[in-house]
């Protein structure tokens, strides 16, 4: 997302599935080779797909050695389902052998919209998932269409994204002047956006995704799909399962998204969990004897927002020269509430910000940018977002609606709120209109799906994970007790044996399960 005031756009839901990749390392492995050559889904595994898809899942796919120990390969898929020999787009794949026998294959998703589930499967994924798991499946990643390795929506060059997190809004404008500014930079982004992208950006839905996985599942190998999903990875599951619920194997849901809720609720209910997830952490912080949060919760959130309208009133200067916009202070900001392994850095953090120095809000702000020391940004992760977000939602940008929306989530958190508003101006000049509208997940027919919530997750809120799974007629569903997004993988043996036993085994948790 390219903008004047970056967080005025929800960039909340863009870091959603970060816990999950931001601390990944790549970690010493197999030494054996992978895998490799071409191969073709088999008749059994295929199933009854329509006429006119039939030469994507009958496709002959080469896996060839990729990454050190990983196989990759290019699969082909409509890209318009409407019309699937129109033309075809790529998307990129992932493989890391199971390291004993595997019983399968299990694809992930590790979040976003945007997240590369490649690189996650590369960087990540031993660190991420248990050796049982591992031992037990081969595990795909794949980057979904339009994003990163895949066919992928280009919207602003790496000089110009540099260029954008440097902008910021007078802090003497009005809300007028500023939402006009907003405006203005929203339409020279679209018009980016569709210029460069061409008609693949009105193609990335999360529908259409769903459907690119179930080639995925056949030239795999699989006849059901066994999947571990992320936070938005959790919405594409919920979409595949009812697109096909007799193709679903084993699927757990981890970190979810409500997917009846509009993106104006979506944002609402993230204010409301971040801020939750603030004074949790100032709760934590002030039993610390180095805190420099004084006094009670409510006098550490009054020197946080204190804090945030200092930069906004006048950016800092890093260590490195470079300035840091109220944009990207906030999103350097959040990212360490994604895991609470994370709030002593963000102690630390906020210490030398209180005295001049926002280097490690920077420092955060680009790991979740994916930008490199040199520069460079290593995915297209936040233009993604919001292109998958423009087409999977109807936003009104209608200004009584906003000016409303806006004072609601101002009042939902005094740090947060003001920085979350006006994010539909971000779609109101966008190439394609949503293809998609928010509805209940269903799934009738398809076996039992684990769905995991954790009480303290400000990116998905657990209420959101209750409904996934009361929607999902099979669903059972699971709560970890703890702070941050997503569980498992952090959490401890409870969720991961929970989690192991259904994916490996097919033993299904018990209904209310905590941990």
Known sequence: MTHSKPVRRSPLRSLAGAAAVVVGLVLSGCTAGPDTGAVTAPPEVIGEVPENLQEFYTQEITWEECEGEF??????????????????????????????EPQGSLLMNPGGPGVSGYNTV??????????????????????????????????????EREEARTETIPPDATDEEAIALIEEDSAEYAELCAERSGELLGYIDTVSAAKDMDILRALVGDEKLNYLGFSYGTQLGAA???????????????GAVDPSLSSAEITAGQVAAFDEALRSYIADCQSQSDCPLPGDVEEGVSVVDDL???????????????????GTFFQGFVLPLYDSGS??????????????????FLRFADLSAERQPTGEYLTNASDA????TCLDYPMSADPETMAAEAEALEASSEVFGEYLSYGALACENWEYEPVNEPAPASAPGAPPMVVIGTTGDPATPYEWSLALADQLESAVHVTWEGQGHTAYGRSGECIESLVDDFLIDGTVP????RC
Do not use: H
């Open 122 to 159: 590369r960087d990540s994924a031993e660190f991420l998932l248990s050796d049982r798991l591992r031992q037990s499946y081969d595990v795909i990643g794949f980057d979904p269409r339009g994003i990163n390795r895949s066919s992928a929506v280009e919207c602003l060059t790496d000089e």
């Open 308 to 326: 945030f309208e200092s930069v906004e009133a006048s950016p800092m200067t890093a260590s490195d020269g470079r300035l840091v916009t109220i």
């Open 240 to 254: 595949y399962a009812g697109l096909f619920p007799e193709k679903v194997g084993r699927l757990v849901l981890d």
């Open 343 to 360: 709030w002593p850095a963000l102690t630390g953090a906020i210490d030398r910000a209180l005295q001049g120095d926002p280097t490690e």
């Open 385 to 388: 977002f919001t292109a998958v």
């Open 71 to 100: 196989a990759c390969a290019t699969v082909k898929v409509p890209l318009d389902y409407s019309d699937p020999g129109r033309q075809s787009i790529d998307i990129a794949a992932i493989r890391l052998d199971a390291s004993g």
């Open 510 to 513: 018990d209904d209310g399960a």
